[in-house]
């Protein structure tokens, strides 16, 4: 698909489209066919707005996490947008509907915008288009942003660059420690979260160890070192850690940033 030729990124950028609920959707769509809008205007994006990126195995609970977040985020009154990105969208288009079960409670929150993203623009261009996105959704007030991702290719990295903290999100018993150091999530990592505790309190506390005993074997070159942190999205336990986290992570950010 070739962009939309009513929207212009020039026209974007200089507030001549008011990014509103609709336009918003629409603009979204436009870079996902390949609009593209001014660095400038990403920039402007980058600079009100704070992004965290989750990312894990399918089913470890990542759409879980994120309503928790969303609902944690709300409570301090901050508009909060999530984007879904969905590289294997067009072939599994039921993981979106579960998506869409679990974010429901949200719909009726004009305060949280919730996008999917990947069912339109191919693997590469998704990439491409989430800096946008996000650039968008914070241009039109959304200033926490969280950008969900399926975890399990060069794609998915991609798009956790462009976020200010990554969470890599495990589960207890699927070998997921092991498989860590395998699919280099190791270096991608600014949080680790064992989800699903509440199943197997055990099991993720052996998660947690091992993978504290592979982070301090290759520290990181930035020097942060990451959290491990043991939660269940699904009971609500270790949410507000998980965010005091992220906040440790900003603060170091800034006190790094040149
Ligand atoms: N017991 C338990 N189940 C959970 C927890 N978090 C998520 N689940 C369940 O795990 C399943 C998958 O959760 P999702 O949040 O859809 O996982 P996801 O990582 O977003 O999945 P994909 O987007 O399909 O990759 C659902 O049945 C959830 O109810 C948890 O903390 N504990
Ligand atoms: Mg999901």
Do not use: C
């Amino acid at each position: 698909m070739s962009p939309d030729p009513a929207f212009d990124g020039e026209a974007i950028a200089r507030g001549d489209i008011q990014l509103d609920i609709g336009t918003l959707a629409k603009a979204i769509s436009w870079v996902e066919d390949g609009g593209k809008l001014p660095d400038l205007f990403l920039d402007a994006g980058k600079a009100k707005s704070q992004t965290i990126g989750i990312t894990g195995s399918p089913g470890v609970g990542k759409s879980t996490l994120t309503s928790a977040l969303v609902k944690a985020i709300r409570k301090a009154d901050e508009l909060v947008a999530v984007l879904a990105v969905d590289p294997s969208s067009p072939i599994t288009g039921g993981a979106l509907l579960g998506d869409r079960i679990r974010m429901q409670e949200h719909y009726l929150d004009d305060g949280v915008y919730i996008r999917s993203m990947g069912s339109r623009g191919h693997l590469g261009g998704l990439a491409a288009a989430t800096p946008q996105a996000i650039a968008l959704v914070a241009n039109a007030g959304f200033t926490e942003i969280i950008v969900e991702t399926v975890g399990v290719g060069q794609s998915e990295v991609e798009i956790m660059k462009y976020v200010d903290t990554v969470i890599v999100l495990l589960a207890p018993g699927m070998g997921d420690g092991v498989q860590a150091a395998k699919a280099g999530i190791l270096e991608i990592g600014d949080i680790y979260v064992i989800n699903k505790s509440d199943r197997d309190l055990a099991g993720a506390q052996s998660v947690a160890t091992e993978l504290a005993k592979s982070i301090e074997l290759s520290p990181r070159a930035d020097g942060w070192k990451p959290e491990i942190l043991i939660a269940s999205a699904q009971e609500n336990i270790g949410i507000n850690e998980i965010l005091a986290a992220v906040e440790n992570h900003r603060k170091w950010r800034k006190s790094v940033a040149r």
